[in-house]
């Protein structure tokens, strides 16, 4: 007995011991918020401020202190998320996650990002990359001085190396390369045209409808997105290896709403952007205020890069990017000389492919391996067959970001930090030529507008919209369209603007067919419906949570119809009949209307293209766009075609057919997830944004417990999800960071950045505008009281 009392006594201490040994391993690396630290490289004090949502505002005596402190503090609370990116950016995921991201470096380094950051940087403006060269400072005085490693590293038996400039421009090529659509688009589309034939392509191929609203109000030019010289080669057959692993800046649903003051209660212009990405843990932008030298700037800074980057606001200006959906991508099949495979086929006969000898380092137990990895480029780009699935056989593809000269994104972006008028901002917005981005401006002077960037090509002939044969040189680029002839506008007429990435309607030359129209609609809705009505903040910010759905607008009529119909189908009147097509989370129609919508998408084109494409491909979020302007275009005709399921020869559906299965069929799958009473299926059960680690498959406690969220694909509070099987209506992207600026009163300015700050798991930092982002709110800026707050952090020059 007295053995086992002592055994059950040491487990006892072992039990207590537990908790607070598991709190302690995890907070000793969190940063301290008050106090004094010397750091290396400083010339003088710098003094940082932190809000109760731990929201630095950093204030120095100069711009180099400035970027060194940014540098540092952004590297505390974020390094092994920057770390990751590093490592994408140079193609050495594998150095720590070994042979499961062996594909990914393949990839990486084919593409190049960071030889062409290496270009990059030996041209950058001086005072770039003296900038750039202080940030980095930072962030390795952060990884020399740091007692306590992020936890991450300790699991993944790692550290991370010195950080470098060209560290931070790839970084930025990593973004550009996101906000590319046609990275995707051209192969599904050249796929579904050797599945389902040219007639099928000709109809699924975007387009901007005719009836879609405009940034300038004025109609769209349609350049004819058919074939134009479409080369239908065969595909190569491979696994998933795609490029989805990379740190996600994709903005697929983004939105800036601008009012000059003549259409506000305060006369003074009113500002609210929503860039909207796929959710990351930590947060993928880090709010922060930067004040020294000329800067005075606020917004969400990429971690990994010095500045503020596509949200801010700096007392003078406000801007807040969408993605521009421009086309700057091409892909070209090459011809091989069956006689030397080392040339390929110009127009003026056969030339030697440039090649370059790439070693991939991978992790293996305590060491690692080589990779060998030899990288071929033609006269238009990199050979990208073996590393992007549906990618014809010999194909390149030409990028205009590895093909511009003075790629200086970064420049650009930190000359709009500094940016006082609409002048200095275009002037700035000139040097992003890689970034594909429509950014939004409001001032002080209730000035508004707004301004495309990066570098559109000119095409010989065609539009870029599929694979092109590369020998003949018929579809060759023939340079960029200048930049004084990108789409931008400025205090227009009508006293606001906003987009939704639509189509700017001021472009008299192909630019891309893959914009946006649902939210723009909803927004034009809003605008008819407030008629001569006065604008404020809270009105403002009312419209960023907007959970109205047009396509619902637009299908429920049918719906109703088809249920006339079908005597079995009263229990769907009955849910639709009293709907407003709001899509929140208290709604059960909401629910239904998401899951039919899906099925009836499906039901239309999957018996076109096949149920690889279709499950695959233009079912998921980034493509989703695709199938739904194809049933917009067919929604008034009930006999068309598509309706028709060819693998029923013996029957002709129309409209009203597939309504009824469509609608059958969404009913049996909420039975099965959410039980049988309807009155239970509200669309918050299954519409949530999960924020999940990287690692967090693994160390599932990093990862957050679901957020239930409102609206879906096509709502201005936009809230993207997938038809995943084991979580049907998860949210995949939304908008993950919003600010709201009233010019008549900066110190109402409101931002948030869910989940929360700070990178470290048990942070009080870690997930604290979650749920404050879930239910619409925001949080104070603090731009012009930061000095104020109570945390005061004092980082002085390390005594020599």
């Not at 990914?104 to 290496?118: E, H, M, P, Q, V």
């Not at 009113?270 to 880090?286: I, K, N, W």
């Not at 999960?690 to 417990?705: A, E």
């Not at 939304?734 to 470290?760: E, K, L, W």
């Amino acid at each position: 007995m007295k053995i086992v009392k002592i055994v059950m006594f040491a487990l006892i201490v072992v039990v207590l011991a537990a908790v607070p040994l598991y709190h302690l391993f995890f907070r000793l690396p969190l940063p301290k918020y008050s106090g004094a630290l010397d750091l290396e490289g400083l010339t003088a004090p710098v003094t940082v401020h932190t809000d109760e949502y731990g929201i630095p505002h950093i204030y120095a005596e100069n711009e180099g202190d400035l970027f060194l402190a940014q540098g540092y503090v952004t590297a505390r609370e974020r390094m092994f998320q920057m770390d990751l990116a590093r490592l994408a950016g140079r193609g050495e995921l594998s150095t720590v996650m070994g042979e499961v991201t062996l594909e990914k470096d393949r990839f990486l380094r084919t593409i190049g990002f960071y030889r062409r950051a290496r270009e990059i940087m030996t041209t950058m403006p001086p005072r770039t990359a003296r900038a750039i060269a202080d940030y980095t400072r930072g962030v390795n005085a952060y990884i020399q001085s740091a007692d306590h490693l992020p936890r991450e590293y300790f699991f993944l038996r790692s550290k991370p190396r010195a950080w470098t400039s060209e560290d931070s421009v790839a970084i930025a090529l990593l973004m550009s390369y996101s906000l590319t659509r046609s990275k995707k688009v051209d192969l599904v589309l050249h796929r579904i045209g050797q599945v389902a034939g040219p007639e099928v392509l000709e109809a699924i191929i975007p387009g901007y409808p005719d009836f879609a609203p405009t940034l300038t109000g004025k109609p769209p030019v349609n350049f004819a997105p058919g074939l134009q010289g479409a080369f239908l080669a065969d595909a190569v057959s491979l696994p998933g290896t795609g490029d989805d692993f990379m740190p996600n800046f994709e903005i697929p649903a983004s939105n800036w709403m601008i009012f000059s003051g003549s259409r506000t209660e305060s006369g003074k212009a009113l500002f609210a952007g929503s860039p909207d990405l796929e959710p990351t843990l930590p947060a993928l932008f880090f709010i922060m205020h930067l004040q020294g030298g000329e800067y005075d700037v606020m917004g969400g800074a990429l971690p990994g890069c010095p500045g503020i980057g596509p949200l801010g606001y700096n007392g003078h200006i406000a801007w807040s990017a969408v993605n521009g959906r421009g086309d700057e991508l091409d892909f070209f099949v090459e011809k091989m000389n069956p006689d030397n495979p080392d040339q390929y086929l110009t127009e003026e006969g056969y030339r030697n492919f440039s090649k370059i000898s790439e070693v991939i380092k991978v992790k293996n137990g305590d060491g690692f391996r080589e990779e060998p990895l030899e990288v071929r480029i033609t006269r238009h780009g990199p050979v990208i067959s073996q590393i992007m699935p549906l990618a014809p056989e010999n194909c390149t593809m030409q990028w205009a970001a590895l093909d511009i000269e003075k790629a200086w994104d970064l420049h650009g972006l930190l000359a709009m930090n500094r940016a006082a008028n609409f002048n200095e901002f275009r002037q700035a917005l000139e040097h992003v030529k890689a970034m594909n981005l429509n950014l939004g401006y409001a001032d002080k002077n209730g000035n508004i507008g707004w301004q495309f960037t990066a570098s559109p090509p000119v095409r010989k002939k065609g539009n870029g919209s599929l694979p092109a044969p590369g020998w003949t040189g018929e579809y060759d680029w023939t340079g960029f369209v200048p930049y004084e002839d990108l789409p931008f506008d400025y205090n227009p007429e009508k006293g606001y603007t906003a987009s939704f990435n639509n189509d700017p309607g001021n472009v008299p030359y192909h630019l891309t067919n893959y914009y946006l129209f649902e939210r723009a609609i909803r927004f034009e809705d809003i605008m008819r419906d407030l008629g001569d009505e006065k604008v404020n903040q809270k009105r403002l910010m009312g419209f960023q949570t907007d959970t109205i759905s047009v396509v619902a607008q637009r299908w429920r009529p049918c719906i109703l119809a088809a249920c006339e119909e079908s005597v079995e189908s009263g229990r769907y009147s009955e849910l639709f009949k009293k709907w407003d097509c709001s899509i929140n989370t208290g709604s059960n129609a909401a629910t239904l209307f998401n899951a039919f919508y899906y099925k009836m998408m499906e039901n239309t084109l999957k018996d076109e293209i096949g149920e690889e494409l279709w499950t695959q491909e233009l079912a998921q979020p980034y493509l989703y766009y695709i199938p739904d302007l194809l049933m917009t275009k067919i929604v008034h005709q009930p006999d068309h075609n598509f309706y028709d399921d060819q693998s029923t020869p013996d029957v002709r559906e129309d409209r009203n057919a597939i309504i009824i299965k469509s609608l059958n069929q969404a009913w049996e799958i909420l039975e099965t997830i959410l039980g049988d009473d309807p009155g239970q299926w509200q669309w918050g059960r299954v519409h949530k944004m999960r924020f999940n680690h990287p690692l967090g498959s693994k160390l599932p406690m990093l990862n957050l417990k679901p957020i239930p969220t409102q609206g879906s694909h096509h709502t201005i509070n936009s809230g993207f999800w997938d038809w995943d099987s084991a979580h049907p209506f998860r949210m995949k992207s939304g908008g993950v960071i919003r600010m709201a600026v009233d010019f008549s009163n900066g110190d109402q300015a409101t931002i948030v950045s869910p989940p929360g700050q700070s990178g470290h798991y048990l942070s009080p930092y870690y997930a604290n505008q979650a749920h404050l982002w879930a239910d619409g709110r925001q949080l104070p800026m603090h731009y012009y009281d930061g000095q104020k707050l109570a945390q005061t952090l004092v980082l002085n020059p390390a005594p020599h």
